[in-house]
């Protein structure tokens, strides 16, 4: 008796890497030829073929949109010096103005609908006098919308982008009417200011908002997003391949061989966890290539001073932190998954009971977390 339970205690002691190696080679190996997780390289594929269909969509709508030139139809209510001045700035800079003869906003907005121009622009009656007096008036813009994408808001922006250029036309004109040589730039900001961050002892040249949008998007979206698609991932390859050995048979047989079943367990987690982490890592490689190709590096060169590179290093204790949470919840929900596995007869069932097991045990702690 006391043979039988040294020769036990070897076997799971010392002899218990050795048993668990062949188990987790096994497991990894069946994971991988199992056709099923095909679709964990998918996304490599898919991704960037979907963010080059829809860049190339929004730039081609918004060539079109501002490249070709916008029409844009103007009622003009003032008949002045003012008022027209207006329409040939708007004129040079590429907009196709045409005036309706109209007298009514109502019946300008049914031109529009016999022309291609989305954009009417209303120049009230006053328009001159009160800009000379100094009491501002007020441009109406009607935008009429007729189908939703980049391209409609792209010929809006243009639009009023126009419209605020000959605004800080005006006022540079009558800053420099009432006194002569001074820069109206000043005059309309009199007050500038520079923000900085200070983290740990570092003094950074960024406003906080910069700050917290970088670590808001580096530390609270995409940690947690990758914690809970290697714990969703990781539970339903452990669920599935143990449904897969509960259906053909071959658990009972995987469990009469002289290995504890703690070691099946174990074998288990870490070969769903290697599977698990590359479908993770093709997974954030296929939405970096999309968000690569959608937004390029050129089109936010101008912030390229705020750039991650500039704020402090994670600390090692963050990343002690880090692996902790990943090894307990890959842990965690791989035991369920192998738990459901076994309940399951089939592999059907235990794909339609996962994700209501897994889904609120890692959504419910964020939610805790953010209220």
């Known amino acids: 008796m006391g043979g039988l339970e040294s020769r036990r205690g070897f076997r799971e002691g010392g002899g ?3 048993s668990l190696i062949p188990l987790v080679e096994k497991e990894v190996k069946d994971l991988l030829r199992d056709p099923r997780y095909i679709g964990l390289i998918v996304p490599v594929v898919i991704m960037p073929i979907i963010g080059f269909t829809m860049s190339a969509a929004t730039h081609s709508s918004i060539e079109s949109a501002v490249g070709g030139g916008v029409k844009v139809a103007v009622l003009d209510l003032d008949k002045t010096q003012t008022s027209l001045s207006f329409l040939k700035f708007a004129n040079t800079t590429g907009l196709k103005v045409f005036e309706v003869k109209v007298d009514t906003v109502k019946e300008a907005l049914k031109e529009l609908k016999g022309n291609d121009a989305k954009i009417l622009i209303v120049i009230p009656k ?7 007096s100094l009491e501002g008036s ?3 813009l009607y935008f009429e919308v007729k189908s939703v994408g980049f391209g409609e808001m792209s010929t809006f922006l243009a639009v009023d982008r126009v419209v605020k250029l000959y605004s800080k036309t005006l006022s540079d004109t009558i800053i420099s009417s009432i006194k002569p040589g001074i820069n109206p730039t000043i005059v309309r900001t009199p007050l500038n200011t520079t923000s900085y961050t200070v983290i740990h002892d570092r003094i950074l040249s ?3 908002e910069a700050v917290f949008g970088q670590l808001f998007m580096g530390y609270g979206i995409m940690v947690p997003v990758v914690l809970m698609i290697v714990s969703i991932m990781v ?3 452990a669920a599935t391949a143990t449904a897969v050995e509960n259906e053909e048979k071959t658990l009972e047989t995987l469990l009469t061989l002289p290995v504890s079943r703690y070691e099946i367990l174990i074998a288990k987690v870490i070969g769903s966890t290697v599977v698990a982490v590359l479908g993770t890592l093709f997974s954030m490689l296929g939405f970096a290539l999309y968000f690569r190709i959608l937004f ?7 912030s390229a001073h705020l750039g991650t590179t500039a704020l402090p290093a994670p600390t090692p204790q963050m990343y002690l932190a880090l692996c902790l949470s990943l090894l307990i919840a890959i842990f965690f929900t791989t035991s369920l998954g192998v738990i459901v596995g076994a309940l399951s007869s089939d592999v059907r069932i235990s794909n339609s009971l996962i994700g209501a097991v897994i ?11 953010g209220c």
């Open 138 to 140: 007020t441009l109406a």
């Open 206 to 208: 960024m406003p906080p």
């Open 16 to 18: 218990c890497l050795s």
């Open 126 to 132: 006053g328009f001159e006098s009160k800009i000379s």
């Open 235 to 237: 539970a339903q390859i």
């Open 296 to 302: 390029p590096l050129q089109e936010i060169s101008g």
């Open 359 to 369: 889904i609120p045990d890692t959504g419910f702690p964020h939610h805790v977390r």
